[in-house]
Nanobody
Framework: QVQLVESGGGLVQAGGSLRLSCVASGMIFSIHTMGWYRQAPGKQRELVATITGGGRTDCADSVGGRFTISRDNARNTVYLQMNSLKPEDTAVYYC??????????????WGQGTQVTVSS
């Protein structure tokens, strides 16, 4: 059974930093593209950043230069370092693991989410 468990969320003042962690179990971590998504109240879930098994990263324009995604395959963990936080970063942040088979079948796994609240 695949599990993704996030931690590190909380309340922080604008301009502050947080680091989110997501520990995966029950999966071959290194072959999954890992990502962070977020969902603010009344809004759709949106992509924040992704990192492939080989370490290639991508992130949303809204967080570029402030957020950094990284992974430790030996620890089955993906991180999201968030700096210069803004009130508009307030959301529930979700960890995602995605695997695409050689046949093109995509399998997604999700964590339960962790709340990040940025006060002005």
């Amino acid at each position: 059974q695949v599990q993704l468990v996030e931690s590190g969320g909380g309340l922080v003042q604008a301009g502050g930093s947080l680091r989110l962690s997501c520990v995966a179990s029950g999966m071959i971590f290194s072959i999954h593209t890992m990502g962070w998504y977020r969902q603010a109240p009344g809004k759709q879930r949106e992509l924040v950043a992704t990192i492939t098994g080989g370490g290639r990263t991508d992130c949303a324009d809204s967080v570029g230069g402030r957020f950094t995604i990284s992974r430790d395959n030996a620890r089955n963990t993906v991180y999201l370092q968030m700096n210069s936080l803004k009130p508009e970063d307030t959301a529930v942040y979700y960890c995602n693991g995605q695997y695409t088979s050689i046949y093109g079948r995509i399998t997604d796994y999700w964590g339960q989410g962790t709340q990040v609240t940025v006060s002005s």
